[in-house]
């Protein structure tokens, strides 16, 4: 107030000396000045005496800011500043307006002084500053004598807000074990008062409440730790107080507090532990393989993750008999039977336990071994047991028609407890097919009651009881399938019938041919067949019979040298033998023909069956095959033979006479035109012939002599031609124009010699097969063959000639 008073005092010394007034701005309190700019602008207005005309004029005018305090508490409207123009001679002749924010209803102008004054108290938060606009006018006229200008009115700071947490209270976490300085968060408090002015809004953090475990940054608010190695599993939760004072911390700011709630977060720091060295458990031996016999568990201090423990047996003696798990909700070891316990073979079993944690954390591992471990000692309970079969499953055999009576197997069951009682067998009946057996209730021996049938029933499903004599509260079953056989009914017999051959060059020893054997008894699967020679022929010096073992046998020469002209085939008797009920036994014959060979071995020459023997064809497949090859020479023959004989095809040109036989060529003339094939002047004059006249239609070989020339009138001619005119004359399908009737008749002694082809001597090329005898054995057969036509043909020139 003291400076704002010097300050008008001077204003009012300045307006008071009627020079150009400037009006300066209080100076901000705490030291701050503020000095406003001065501005002087030219003002062209009416002379004050009347006279016509403007002149230039000095004024100053304020129009930079003015300053109100905030949170003016007096009773008097609070003095903001002074508004004065040089044309104001202090009579009262300039009016003074006032406009903007607040204009009348905040701020209110003396019209005569240009005093303005704050009507309220103001606040800075709510708005830092106003903009108003001012003018001086002539209060007769009310003509503006300067122009409307604008200036601010700036609200004054004040330290009246203090430091505000506005995200408080803060929560926040730390790893526990953290090195001092570690960063746990940040706060931030806000100060409303202006940061531009003064310290007011100038903030300082500090701790009330959590040292000496955490520390906090005086300026930025950032908390770290204070205290090494803070254990989660001593203290999990702090409460620590921050303070954010104004003014720089000094004395006098305003403070604000919040609370930041710390929580230390776990670390795998801990190792599990048991809470006792040795566990002893007690499992009855009747206990199933896969239930749980026991339970164990070791305690880690940490949580979460950290917790987890894994369980395993250390090898050793009895952790083979048993498996540990871990039970993920409570963390316990559960001890797992994986082999069925027997209390008469082993009555205890110690093993130990490891406990280690799932998941380590490297920083904590150098302090030891992150694990504890156990030992675990198991009580096998004796229970009272039912009897024990010592097979899971019986599988007997009996064969269809076996006498009553007959013991096909026995079971055995026994008390494997420690008084050892007998044990007694009964069958369980359910069907009324239960009673083809019977047992001996002591033994347990089973026989029949009945005979049985295996085309009626094949298997028998049965169940045998064994109960403990003094107690038969306590059985077991057993399961017995009883398959009924097939009796032996059929011998066994060659699979096919084998026919071989033998090399002449053939060496002793040598197997030569291979054979089996088929049954007709079912099934065939399982079926044994053994093959020997028959008693009678063990003498035999030529072959012998190898049986292979796996029903196959060998047929073994016994000598070399071997001799086809002396004894072309061989018959080897074999007997075979099955393992049937009762065994059968047949006798069975081997074919094993002589034939030549290679050095090699290769077959050179045989018999036609014997050539097909070594690729196991039978007798009627190559008798089959024979006259298939038959048929096709047949054919070949018959070809030829239809060739030859097309030749020869004559057309009977008269039914009557068998001089009108003409040989028909089948082929075509050309007409009248045609010279080319013969001459028909030929026919016409029986005079005009020609010697060595050729057929063109037929190669010819060698000439052939001149015929001696038939008289013209020939009557057998005349009398032919004759009797076609009649014919011709009194027929009535005969067309009914004048037409050249043509008779291909040259009669007995015709000068134009004969047309046919029988009298030709054209003689046709024929081929010679005599090659065929030098391609060697196998060749033989054809070429005799074609010999044979060959002759034929040669013979048949031969008479043809000689007609």
Not at 9 to 28: A, C, H, N, Q, T
Not at 45 to 66: D, E, H, L, S, T
Not at 478 to 504: H, R
Request: net charge negative; proline share 6%.
């Amino acid at each position: 107030m003291l400076t704002r008073n010097c300050l008008l005092l001077f204003l009012w010394i300045l307006v008071d000396e009627g020079s150009v007034s400037y009006l300066r701005p209080p100076l901000p309190p705490l030291g701050r000045s503020r000095t406003g700019r001065e501005h002087t602008r030219s003002l062209v207005g009416p002379m004050r005496n009347g006279a016509a005309g403007f002149q230039r004029v000095k004024r100053g005018w304020v129009w930079n800011q003015f300053f109100v305090l905030e949170e003016y508490m007096g009773s008097d409207p609070q003095y903001v500043g002074k508004l004065h123009t040089d044309l104001d001679k202090g009579d009262s002749a300039v009016k003074y307006t006032l406009s903007g924010e607040g204009a009348g209803s905040i701020f209110t102008i003396d019209q005569t002084t240009g005093d303005i004054h704050a009507l309220r108290s103001l606040d800075r938060e709510e708005k830092p500053y106003y903009t108003l606009r001012a003018q001086a006018v002539d209060i007769n006229t009310n003509r503006p004598l300067e122009p409307e200008s604008e200036f601010v009115i700036k609200v004054q700071d004040i330290n009246d807000n203090e430091p505000k947490f506005l995200e408080g209270p803060y929560t926040a976490s730390v790893p526990e074990m953290s090195p001092v300085g570690t960063y746990v968060t940040q706060v931030t408090a806000t100060d409303a008062d202006d940061p531009t002015y003064g310290n007011s809004a100038r903030v300082v953090y500090s701790i009330l409440h959590g040292q000496p475990y955490f520390s906090v940054d005086p300026k930025t608010g950032v908390i770290k730790t204070a205290l090494p190695n803070m254990d989660r599993e001593v203290k999990e939760q702090y409460q620590v107080l921050i303070q954010a004072k104004d003014m720089g911390g000094q004395l006098g700011g305003l403070a604000g507090t919040t609370t930041i709630n710390i929580t230390l977060s776990d670390v795998n720091d801990n190792p599990p532990r048991f809470s006792k060295s040795f566990f002893h458990l007690r499992v009855p031996e009747s206990s199933t393989v896969g239930s749980a016999v026991g339970r164990i568990k070791a305690h880690d201090l940490d949580i979460g993750k950290n917790a987890e423990v894994e369980y395993t047996i250390v090898p050793g003696d009895g952790g083979a008999m048993f498996d540990i798990t871990t039970n993920e909700h409570n963390q316990e070891g559960i001890i797992i039977l994986r082999k069925p316990l027997d209390y008469e073979t082993k009555k205890a079993y110690t093993f130990k336990v490891d406990a280690s944690n799932a998941h380590l954390d490297p920083r904590f591992q150098s302090s030891g071994a992150f694990k504890d471990t156990a030992t675990v000692k198991i009580n096998v309970l004796d229970v009272d047991e039912p009897p024990v079969f010592n097979k899971p499953s019986y599988v007997m055999d009996v064969y269809e028609d076996t006498p009553a009576g007959t013991i096909i197997g026995a079971v055995t069951a026994q008390d494997l407890d420690a008084s050892s009682s007998p044990v007694r067998y009964s069958i369980d009946w359910k069907t009324d097919l239960d009673s083809y057996f019977d047992i001996d209730p002591v033994e347990g021996t089973i026989s029949t009651n009945e005979l049985l049938d295996r085309e009626n029933i094949a298997q028998h499903n049965i169940s045998i009881v064994a109960t403990k004599l003094n107690s038969p509260v306590l059985t077991s079953r057993v399961a017995i399938t009883v398959q009924v056989l097939d009796i032996n009914e059929f011998p066994p017999e060659l699979a096919s019938p084998y026919e071989t051959f033998v090399c002449e060059n053939a060496k002793a020893g040598q197997v030569i041919q291979s054979f089996r054997a088929k049954d007709q008894d079912l099934p065939s699967a399982g079926q044994q067949f053994s093959f020997r020679s028959p008693k009678e022929d063990l003498k035999n010096r030529n072959f012998t019979i190898r049986d292979f073992g796996n029903n196959t046998a060998g047929i073994v020469t016994k000598r070399s040298g071997f001799r086809r002209r002396l004894q072309e085939i061989y018959f080897l008797p074999v007997v075979i033998e099955d393992n049937g009920y009762p065994p059968k036994s047949s006798t069975g014959t081997l074919t094993i023909r002589v034939c030549g060979c290679e050095s090699d071995g290769s077959l050179l020459t045989c018999s036609a069956e014997a050539i097909f023997l070594p690729v196991g064809l039978s007798t009627g497949a190559l008798i089959a095959i024979l006259l298939c090859i038959i048929i096709l020479l047949v054919i070949v023959v018959l070809y030829v033979g239809l060739r030859r004989q097309k030749k020869k095809e004559t057309l009977m040109s008269s039914k009557e006479d068998i001089r009108d036989n003409v040989i028909h060529y089948d082929d075509e003339g050309g007409g009248e035109e045609d010279t080319h094939a013969f001459d028909m002047g030929t026919l016409r004059n029986p005079k005009v012939v020609k010697d060595n006249l050729y057929r063109r239609d037929v190669k010819p070989e060698m000439k052939r002599g001149t015929r001696p020339p038939v008289s013209q009138d020939s009557a057998d001619i005349r009398d032919f031609i004759n009797q076609r005119l009649k014919e011709h004359d009194t027929d009535n399908s005969a067309p009914p124009y004048d037409s050249l009737a043509t008779y291909a008749y040259e009669g007995d002694g015709s000068v134009a010699e004969s047309l046919s082809s029988i009298e030709s001597l054209a003689i046709d090329l024929e081929e010679d097969y005599d090659y065929l005898t030098d391609w060697g054995p196998r060749f033989k057969t054809l070429a005799g063959i074609f010999g044979e036509q060959s002759e034929t043909q040669s013979n048949s020139a031969t008479t043809e000639n000689a007609h």
